[in-house]
């Protein structure tokens, strides 16, 4: 499936202020940050379209399991040139894999969604996205309340502190089209998913490890790779931080519960 876009600096501004960002980190004609084409290619079906957890009901790469229940589980990413903000931009998607597991709560499918974007006939970045696909309620050890007080320790050389709040998961889901209710609706998100809170979105703590490096390093990023371990809930105090070495760094996001519950390798160019 192929489709066109141009790049808009608008979400750009949007998801720089979300960030607390006193001005929009790149603008037209600039290169787009690591991850941040996640703002753009969005798709909005109607609202009859979607199912009782805020996701599409169908689709193209969406299987046919009972009670379904979607996770983003991480993904990788070559860059042989940053995309341009303003730019006509060529996106192809595919179907890279798919696997059929049996998990604790029923079964659980595994699928890569891989990304070709296209600039000026030349392939810019290519992307590959792991989702799982499971039957059931969340069987994941999390506590019973969130803790809104504890703080993390970390002793990277990079770190960036933040606080998620719900307001800024319902930004982040208006910025990337998510409906998915786990981020927004707290008695859903209990009673449905079995979480204790609402939930924090993956690709935002991957936005977050990437932020380091924007923040801190020079060189630009050739290739990044990202695993979403354990979730974290609104309210909770997290820190990203990342070691830099020769030729790229390690990166990860903790609470006080866990300290890898994201985690993240970037080379550089």
């Known amino acids: 499936m192929t489709d066109e876009e141009v790049l808009s600096a608008a979400p750009v501004a949007a998801l720089s202020a979300v960030l607390n960002q006193s001005k929009p980190v790149a603008g037209a004609g600039e290169p787009l940050p690591p991850l941040w084409h996640w703002l753009h290619f969005l798709r909005w079906p109607n609202q009859d379209e979607l199912g009782e957890d805020g996701h599409p009901r169908d689709g193209h790469f969406l299987p046919p399991i009972p009670h379904r229940q979607r996770m983003f589980a991480g993904g990788r990413c070559e860059i042989a040139e940053p995309l341009s903000i303003g730019e006509r931009t060529e996106r192809t998607s595919s179907i890279a ?84 209710r786990i981020h927004y609706d707290s008695p859903y998100v209990r009673d449905e998913e079995g979480y204790p809170g609402l939930v924090v979105h993956g690709p935002l703590l991957a936005v977050l490890m990437l932020e380091l490096v924007r923040r801190n390093e020079p060189r630009r990023v050739r290739s990044l790779s990202f695993r979403l371990r354990s979730p974290i809930f609104a309210g909770e105090h997290i820190v990203a931080s990342g070691n830099p070495a020769v030729d790229g760094a390690v990166l990860q996001v903790a609470t006080h519960r866990d300290a890898r519950h994201a985690t993240a390798e970037v080379t550089f160019a």
Request: one cysteine or more.
């Open 97 to 180: 894999n798919v696997a059929v597991k049996q998990g604790r709560t029923g079964e659980m499918v595994f699928v890569t969604q891989r990304n070709e974007f296209r600039q000026h006939g030349r392939t810019c970045l290519v992307e590959e996205q792991d989702i799982v696909y499971r039957s059931g309620k969340s069987a994941g050890d999390h506590p019973a309340v969130v803790d809104t007080s504890a703080t993390p320790q970390s002793d990277g050389d990079w770190q960036l502190t933040a606080q998620p709040d719900p307001a800024s998961l319902f930004r982040f889901s208006a910025l990337t089209a998510n409906a998915h």
